[in-house]
């Protein structure tokens, strides 16, 4: 158990996955999740007694710079935070959200000595973009490349399966979106686990990763495509 990480995003559909993947490994001394508020263990699919190294951290993600020493000593950094445009309110607030909280997040964790950084982007991310959430995205991707870590992996999931929706939301995603242009939540977190073991997805300093080699990734090192019931 000698490594340790910092999330943030990790009460969301694929950052609670994630928490529960790298708790459960073994690998972890420490998995330190940035939050709004403490959650118990089952919120993240956690028995009592699973959760030694999983330490959450309460903070105003308004003013991340008087939290700065929660993010050092971690070798590993995830962000899985992201929000809609309809979530927060507008393009406005969505902009200050989505954009600022990760941004600022990265320079934090850089700054804290992370290694190796890992961002849920989203299919389509481009600053070129007229549309606001891809360009978003894309500004996000282009300001963590900018600060070199040693390694950077972008995953871009396309419609992300697995989430709390309703049952009608749920029914139109699957008539009206393909299989291939989706990707279960739990695969996505178990992809970002596997980037930090011995089998990476590649060696590549600044690593994108798109929405089915996401799936042939983590099939490949040994897991299955949950969004075909196949449990990994």
């Known amino acids: 158990m000698s490594k340790s990480a910092v999330v943030i995003g990790g009460t969301g559909a694929v950052g609670k996955e994630l928490i529960r993947e790298l ?12 939050v709004r508020k403490e959650r118990d263990l089952g919120y993240f699919g956690l028995a009592e007694g699973e959760g030694s190294c999983l330490v959450q951290k309460v903070v105003d993600f308004e003013k991340l710079d008087d939290y700065a020493d929660e993010f050092k000593g971690c070798e590993y950094g995830f962000s899985a ?10 393009a406005e607030p969505f902009k200050k959200i989505d954009y600022g909280y990760n941004v600022k997040a990265a320079d934090l964790m850089k700054q804290g000595g992370v ?3 890992q961002l849920v982007s989203a299919q389509g991310a481009d600053t070129k973009s007229w549309l606001l959430y891809p360009k ?4 996000i991707e282009d300001h963590l490349k900018s600060l070199a870590f040693d390694r950077l992996t972008i995953w871009r999931p396309g419609l992300l399966a697995g989430r709390h929706l309703s049952r009608t939301v749920e029914t139109a995603a699957n008539c009206i979106c393909p299989n291939f242009l989706r ?3 739990r ?3 178990r992809g970002m686990h596997y980037d930090t073991t011995d ?10 990763i798109e929405n089915n080699p996401i799936k042939k990734y ?15």
Do not use: C, W
């Not at 708790?23 to 940035?34: D, F, K, M, P, T």
């Not at 935070?81 to 507008?90: I, K, L, N, V, W």
């Open 23 to 34: 708790v459960q490994s073994g690998e972890y001394r420490e998995v330190r999740a940035l």
């Open 81 to 90: 935070f992201g929000t809609t445009r309809r979530e927060a309110g507008g």
């Open 115 to 117: 290694k190796h950084m």
């Open 136 to 139: 978003t995205k894309g500004e």
């Open 183 to 185: 990707v279960h939540v």
């Open 187 to 189: 695969t996505v977190a």
């Open 199 to 208: 089998k990476p997805h590649s060696t590549e300093k600044v690593d994108i």
């Open 218 to 232: 983590v099939e490949a090192t040994g897991g299955k495509d949950a969004l075909f019931n196949k449990v990994i």
